[in-house]
């Protein structure tokens, strides 16, 4: 199995920035896809940004501002988020895939004050 737990949510001024961890734990060499999504209030969850082999994918919304990173050395995915605006305001969950099976984090809130 693998466990997922997101830090570095918080309060923060529009057109300010947050980094979000993602630690990943048990069999990670398993892990093929991971990503970001977010939920706010009263809305579906929708996918932010996602790390394959591959390479990197945006929401439209969240392109030139946030960017998705790894360092496999810490087994920690990273989401930088910067110019952020209000309606980025939700529950950020780290996700990824391991032999076919998605696993998710517990969310962390990101909260952006006009």
């Known amino acids: 199995q693998v466990q997922l737990v997101e830090s570095g949510g918080g309060l923060v001024q529009a057109g300010g920035s947050l980094r979000l961890s993602c630690a990943a734990s048990?069999?990670?060499?398993?892990?093929?896809?991971m990503g970001w999504y977010r939920q706010a209030p009263g809305k579906q969850r929708e996918l932010v940004a996602t790390i394959t082999s591959g390479g990197t994918n945006y929401a439209d919304s969240v392109k030139g501002r946030f960017t998705i990173s790894k360092d496999n050395a810490k087994n920690t995915m990273y989401l930088q988020m910067n110019s952020l605006k209000p309606e980025d305001t939700a529950v950020y969950y780290c996700?990824?895939?391991?032999?076919?099976?998605?696993?998710w984090g517990q969310g962390t809130q990101v909260t952006v004050s006009s």
């Open positions: 048990g069999t990670i060499f398993s892990i093929t896809d």
């Open positions: 996700t990824c895939i391991w032999w076919g099976t998605r696993s």
